[in-house]
């Protein structure tokens, strides 16, 4: 199954005494022919996985820093199918890490759940990431995505009952995503203290590994993650640090921030 590179990847992690890090990046930005730098530079200064971010017109779940991606992306004009194309030129150039898709519910519907799958299978994607699909709703993506052999990733929240937790991991493939506050995304200068608590509840329920999102932005931040959790995502400030100077320097700049993080991944919760 193409989900256990993931798996393989948080288990690689593990092994070496650490937490798996996975930046978010915009397909498409800052420029539309930019992806595959900025995923290699990611990559080559320690990315165990990277999430894509797939533009979307109404991007509910995104604070202001995402979603101003997304539209310059937009107006560069990415589309669904251009994404597909850049995921294949990264395969083609040798970079293996997983690569996981992080979109909105609409646009996999308007291709089709079946025809979005496969596309992504084709193109060489190890996961899906519905952000607006809830989990008693997710029934025929979950189908879809176990027939083409696509981790489809559930989000899963403080305010997430124990019932929508042990529904949402119950057929997850890959990782659990635990949102570590309220609202949507974006920096913050702290985190939220209940996300420990989030990511206690949801171990009672899965073995997969679980990695915490939304807001991460420091090395400080990382190795607070360290001490309860499995991998940490960064996106808002990756999407600052793309942004804050000449776009032709985007890529070495993400590669020196997401090295610089590399100090707070050392391994501090009790292995699963």
Not at 37 to 60: C, K, Q, T, W
Not at 75 to 88: A, Q, S
Not at 232 to 256: C, H, K, P, Y
Request: with cysteine; aromatic share 6%.
């Amino acid at each position: 199954m193409k989900n256990d590179k993931i798996r393989s990847a948080f288990d690689k992690a593990k092994s070496e005494g650490r937490i798996a890090l996975i930046p978010y990046i915009t397909v498409g930005f800052p420029e539309i022919d930019q992806t595959t730098e900025i995923v290699r530079s990611l990559v080559d200064n320690g990315a165990d996985a990277v999430e894509l971010g797939v533009a979307f017109s109404d991007p509910l779940g995104d604070g202001p820093t995402i979603q101003a991606s997304g539209h310059k992306a937009l107006m560069n004009g990415v589309t669904p199918e251009h994404c597909f194309r850049v995921v294949k030129k990264i395969r083609s150039e040798g970079i293996n890490v997983p690569i996981i898709f992080m979109g909105y519910y609409n646009t996999i519907f308007n291709i089709g759940l079946r025809e979005y799958c496969q596309a992504g299978v084709e193109a060489g994607i190890d996961g899906i990431i519905a952000a607006d699909l809830p989990v008693a709703e997710a029934g025929p993506l979950q189908d879809a995505c176990d027939e083409s052999g696509i981790a489809l990733i559930p989000l899963v929240a403080i305010t997430s009952t124990d019932n929508s937790i042990e529904r949402a991991c119950k057929k997850a493939k890959g990782f659990i995503y635990c949102i570590s506050l309220l609202g949507v995304t974006g920096a913050r200068s702290s985190m939220s203290t209940r996300v420990e608590g989030l990511v206690n509840k949801v171990r009672q329920f899965t073995n997969l590994p679980i990695a915490v999102g939304f807001g991460i932005s420091s090395t400080d931040h990382v190795s607070e993650v360290a001490r309860f959790a499995d991998g940490a995502v960064v996106g808002s400030q990756m999407i600052n640090t793309l942004a804050d100077g000449n776009s032709d320097e985007a890529a070495e700049r993400v590669g020196g921030y997401i090295k610089s993080l590399i100090p707070g991944t050392t391994r501090k919760v009790v292995a699963n």
